[in-house]
Structure formats: structure tokens, C-alpha cells
């Protein structure tokens, strides 16, 4: 069980429920209902997918031998499952193919019952499950933004898609700020392995432009966090209270200052990935809470 729970990193599976929380409060607060057979489906078919990515990283990592070579964290350089125990890598190749099967097939289920417009998101978000490793993290920009367009674009939007039936603008934007935040999240957590990641192969903006650069990418995205944040309130789409969220991306600020400061010195910068990884759960959760909240108050009202 703790070998199976390292293959598919479970503590980081909570970031799928959160999108859909997220999408779920978006789409009550635009409808005032919601499927729960729809969400359930929704909630499997996104943990699913996760599951798949995360299984299939830790595997293609060990085989190219870039796990022997990074130096572990609670929240990077893999597990360490594989390394500490060769003889399950078939297994974390069945998780992973396991995975992105059952997530195909729901992702078919909910075309069928929901339309052909969710198409292009579930594949694009197969595609990124699949390419992720061993092609998107060669070329920096690819590598930076798939992360945000897999948790922020294509879940949050895919999911209020599926539970709603339509698409829209403003469901665009409150998509955004996961998005920026997630970008982040797998940035700094490739802060520890930048001379493995290098020797392996890859390329992302760390290896191509350095701690300085990247550490400013991680600011840039939390100001951009924080705009959508203003502006989702200001238009009316989320409820002037989730502005709380601020003091939530003000956590980032002392985050980017260790990043760009302390670079490549991981017992500095640990805590500060730790309560990076904290920010980018909660916001969702915070955010969707707000939506709730604010319908049923209004329909009490």
C-alpha cells in the first residue's frame, strides 16, 4: 500500500478535487443546481487523471534514470518508490495505462451524455498527460504553462462544461488563476532538481534562463493570480468576499523572495515550497467555498 501510494504521489492527488470544487461552485453559482452523478463522474474521471501523469512520471523518471540522480523532497525529485524498489516499475507503468484508459473511457461516457465540445479538452488534457515527460519538459514554455492549462484551463472549464453544458468567458477567467498558480507550483518544485533535470535532457526555464529568471516568472504569475482574482470580483463573478484570496497569494510574496535569493540552497527554500504547495490547494477550495456560499445565501435570501 505505502509503494502503491508512492507511484501515484497521493498526497498531491487533492489538487484534481479542488479544481472541480472550484468548477462545481462556478457552475451552482451560474445555474443553482448541480448533477451529483455528473460530479461524481467528473471527480473520477479528474483524480483518474491525475493518477495517470503522476504514475507515468514516476516511471518514465526511474527508466531514464533521472531519480537515481535528484536530490528528494517532500515535494520533488519523485518519490523514491522506484528507486528503492526496481521491481515495481511494470507495475507503475500498469497504474499509469490503467489510468489514462478509465480516464478515456469517462471522458466518452460524459461526451456522450454532456456533447462533442468536450472533445477538444479531453484530448488536449490526454495529450498532456502523455507528452508531458518526455517531450513538453524539452522546450521551456511548453514545460512552464502545461502544468496550469492541465489543472486551471482544462479542468476547471472542462468540468463547469460537463456539469452545465455550455462554455464562457467569465468561467475562463476564474480559470486563470489556478492556472497562474499551478505554473508556479511546478516551477518551484523544480528549483531542487535543476542539475539532474539538466543531465536528463531537459530544458525548462530554470536549466534555459536560470534561478534569477525564474524566481521573476513565479512573481509575474502571482501578480497575474492576484489581478484575475480582483477582476473575477470587480465583474461580478465570484463574490466580493473571495477577495480573502489575496492573503492567500500574499503568502507567494515571501516565496518568490527565498526563490530569487537563495536559488539552489533547498534547506532554505523547503518551508517556503511547503507553504507554496499550501497556497495553491487552498485557493480553490476558498474560492469555491465563496460561490456556495454566496448562492445559498441568496436563494435563503
Known sequence: MKEFAGIIRLP??????????????????????????????ILFAAISAHIGVNALNEYQDFISGLDLQTERTPFSGGSGTLPENPHLAPLALRISISAIVFTSISGLVLIYLRGSELLLPGLSGLVL??????????????????PGLGFGIIMVGGSYFALTGTYSNEVFLVSLIPFF???????????PDVSADRKAGRRHILIQYGYKAASLVYLIFLLFAALTLIASAYLGILPLYSLSG???I???VPVYQAAANTGSNIDLLLPHMGANVGM?????????????????????G
Open 246 to 248: 489575496l492573503l492567500l
Open 250 to 252: 500574499a503568502v507567494g
Open 129 to 146: 498527460i502523455v507528452l508531458y515527460t518526455k517531450i513538453l519538459n524539452r522546450y521551456p514554455l511548453l514545460c512552464l504553462l502545461s
Open 280 to 300: 495553491v490547494l487552498l485557493m480553490p477550495v476558498l474560492l469555491g467555498i465563496s460561490l456556495f456560499y454566496n448562492s445559498f445565501k441568496g436563494v435563503s
Open 12 to 41: 498531491f492527488l487533492l489538487l484534481a478535487p479542488v479544481c472541480v470544487f472550484l468548477a462545481a461552485g462556478l457552475a451552482y453559482s451560474m445555474t443553482g443546481e448541480l448533477d451529483w452523478g455528473l460530479l461524481l463522474l
Open 181 to 191: 498558480l499551478v505554473n508556479n507550483l511546478l516551477l518551484l518544485n523544480q528549483f
